[in-house]
């Protein structure tokens, strides 16, 4: 919880920062300038963003809650089919977030017209933050599983004298141990909810800097034409989020206080970020150079890790683990789940 808190401070921080102290050398070309259309309403356009931080915000905290309410509804429980297929979905939702949101995003502001020729467009910087991001996101992922397993090698020894139980071995292939996971041995059993609860962690930080980054780009807009359908694309897109994250959160198995942390973290970025860029509009422009670099970056390096969190968290340990494999019939169910929820999320990047 530490590491979100402080990476959330930094985020800000540095936000702030960049937005308020913009200089540069290089000479904004005049389509890089802001233009000011016949949609160009600033009293409109604010009206929308508060209607549009309320609306958010209220969407947020219903899909991130959704899963942690399951326990209350029968059909909704961790150990139902239906709870699998949910989940499913909601993996594929955080998923397409990266590949349909955020790379082309990312892609293009780096190789917009308003950055210089060299470096920007002669080097494929999205491609290479993705992929330095999701290798450092596996790595973040490997050493704490050594720890772990080390930690767990140091229990068993100091308890060589009793007889221990049978129980599956804790490993890494075909995407690490399943959320579902449940062990004989108590010691690996714990060693899963904390990788359950690392995923969680990490998972929640690649949403909250994209989060802020749509926030501050939909804040800072003048635009009432451009906002209305970000409004109602934002809203399904953070519900849907909301859900794969709450499923993640559910699993690890946290006390009240931390998921109730959480899910403020998640809830208010967005608003927040919106309220950044209702403030910094002056001085923010979408298309200057530091603000294009900026967030080509952050779209970039939120890519790499929703992308491994998605693929090798979530859905290769669900499809890889027992469950799934000794039941055909609920694994092409979920495979279905997983389509729907990249179809939907892929639609939505039609408007946001």
């Known amino acids: 919880m530490t590491s979100i ?48 931080i309320f609306a958010i915000l209220v969407t947020s905290v219903i899909g991130v809650v959704l899963p942690l309410l399951s326990r209350s509804i029968p059909a909704l429980r961790p150990e139902r089919k ?7 979905f909601a993996s594929g939702v955080i998923l397409a977030t990266g590949y349909m949101h955020l790379l082309p995003d990312s892609y293009e502001s780096l190789n917009s017209p ?14 290479f933050i993705v992929m330095i991001s999701a290798v450092f996101t596996l790595m973040v992922d490997s050493f704490m599983l050594t720890f772990f397993n080390r930690k767990k090698g140091q229990c068993r020894h100091k308890s060589s004298d009793e007889e221990e139980p049978p129980s599956v071995p804790v490993h890494h292939s075909h995407g690490g141990i399943p959320i579902a996971y449940i062990s004989n041995d108590g010691v690996d059993k714990g060693i899963s909810l904390k990788r359950n609860r690392i995923i969680a962690q990490v998972l929640e930080i690649g949403i909250v800097l994209h989060s802020i980054v ?10 009432p034409c451009t906002i209305k359908p970000l409004i109602a694309a934002l809203c399904f897109h953070q519900m849907f989020e909301g859900m794969g994250l709450g499923g993640c959160i559910l699993v690890a198995e946290y006390n009240l206080r931390i998921k109730a942390t959480m899910v403020f ?31 080509g970056l952050l779209n970039a390096a939120s890519t790499g890790l929703l992308n491994y969190m998605a693929l090798v968290d979530l859905l290769a340990a669900d499809f890889m683990g027992p469950r799934l ?10 495979y279905v789940a997983v389509f729907l929820g990249l179809g939907g999320m892929s639609i939505i990047a039609l408007w946001a």
């Not at 749509?214 to 635009?223: M, R, T």
């Not at 950044?276 to 200057?288: H, T």
């Not at 494999?325 to 979920?334: G, I, M, P, T, V």
């Open 82 to 88: 239906f709870f699998v297929l949910i989940k499913a």
């Open 265 to 295: 973290f998640f809830s208010m970025t967005t608003p927040f970020g919106i309220v950044l860029g209702i403030a910094l509009s002056k001085v923010y422009e979408d298309n200057s150079p530091t603000a294009l670099i900026v967030i």
């Open 114 to 127: 308003c950055l210089p020729e060299n470096p920007w467009r002669k080097f494929p910087f999205t491609a």
């Open 5 to 52: 808190i402080t990476s959330s401070i930094i985020a800000t921080a540095f936000f702030l920062f960049v937005f308020c102290n913009v200089t540069t050398a290089q000479e904004v070309v005049d389509e890089c300038k802001p233009v000011e259309g016949s949609c160009y309403n600033k009293s409109k356009a604010l009206e929308l963003k508060i209607i549009a």
């Open 214 to 223: 749509i926030g501050l780009s939909l804040g800072a807009s003048e635009n």
């Open 325 to 334: 494999q000794a039941d055909a019939k609920l694994q092409s169910w979920a």
